[in-house]
């Protein structure tokens, strides 16, 4: 079973304009609110591929109803902190005319260090249960920068793999703890080690030192370009797929839950980084995450191949 973290779950407002006008007018041609929020959004797509998850992280109590019964129409299972506040709401708008997505990311509402002590109590708890944990996406005001050090730590004591997949200290600070994988962008993975990352040759050598701090492998999305799977020994490129891109929100998950599912059941990494892709691929086809038929119709080999 994979679990994955979800510290600061969100609703997505997602607008869509004919030609964003900055400091104009602007046409609303669609207007959707989601339940979000990184791990969220892995959750989703890994119930879309069949792969059993477990939903954790914090249930901010003004909108539990939102977020439980988002869970509960996803068919997902979940063991959830309650706190104080209510969901965070990030505005995105996407420009029709340039295929650009602009996003208005708020911070979330503050939490307690009780409230941190106990969720960690609960994900302890539910570890035995897992295979994988995916520590994954911002924090909140109140939640301390090592906490996915900590997670990470705990979950390795257990013999649990682990996926990253955040940006910042968060990110650096995480890496400390040997995670079995990281996923960020290209530009996350440079601004880590303070260094350009422009190239295939750029993402090979920074990614190697990450690999020198215990990370087992590192995979680096490249939008239109791509992806990169990284490891002490191989390297493996998966190109990228032409899709009419309506949307970036989510993808990046989409690829964190194909990766897994491709993983899990096949064993094999390559097959695990095309499954990946084309989940990355086909939510960026989407107004929102992609399903199941969306993401079979970008692979190159039947979906059978991917399963045990």
């Not at 909108?63 to 988002?70: A, E, M, N, Q, V």
């Not at 063991?79 to 965070?88: A, I, N, T, W, Y």
């Not at 190239?199 to 590192?218: H, M, P, Q, S």
């Not at 939510?283 to 399903?291: D, I, R, V």
Request: proline residues 3%.
């Amino acid at each position: 079973m994979v679990i994955t973290v979800t510290l600061n779950p969100c609703v997505d407002r997602t607008i869509e304009v004919e030609k964003f006008q900055y400091g104009g007018t602007n046409k609303v041609l669609m207007t959707r609110n989601d339940i979000s929020g990184k791990g969220i959004n892995v959750n989703l797509v890994l119930q879309h591929l069949g792969i059993e998850n477990l939903a954790t992280g914090f249930d901010y109590q003004e909108d539990t109803k939102k977020l439980t019964g988002f869970l509960d129409r996803l068919g997902c299972r979940y063991k959830l902190e309650p706190v104080e506040g209510s969901l965070r709401v990030n505005v995105k708008i996407f420009d029709c005319a340039t295929s650009v997505m602009s996003e208005f990311n708020e911070r979330g509402s503050a939490v307690t260090a009780e409230n941190v002590d106990s969720f960690l109590k609960l994900l302890y708890t539910q570890m035995d249960l897992a295979s994988v944990i995916v520590v994954d996406g911002s924090v909140p005001p109140g939640v301390p920068e090592d906490i996915y050090e900590r997670i990470i730590e705990e979950a390795g004591k257990k013999g649990l793999k682990t996926i990253l997949d955040a940006s910042g200290e968060l990110l650096k600070k995480g890496i400390k703890a040997k995670p079995f994988l990281i996923k960020p962008n290209q530009d996350e993975l440079g601004a880590t080690y303070g260094v350009a990352v422009q190239n295939l040759d750029d993402i090979i050598r920074t990614a190697r030192k990450v690999i020198e701090e215990g990370v087992t492998y590192v995979c680096v999305s490249r939008g239109s370009q791509g992806a990169v799977l990284v490891s002490k020994e191989h390297v493996y490129v998966a190109e990228p797929l032409t899709v009419d891109i309506k949307g970036i929100q989510g993808a990046g998950d989409s690829m964190v839950a194909g990766f897994l599912a491709g993983y899990l059941n096949t064993g094999s990494y390559e097959r695990a980084l095309e499954l990946g892709t084309a989940a990355g691929s086909a939510t960026a086809f989407q107004s929102w995450l992609a399903s199941r038929e969306d993401i079979v119709k970008l692979l190159d080999r039947p979906y059978s191949e991917y399963q045990i």
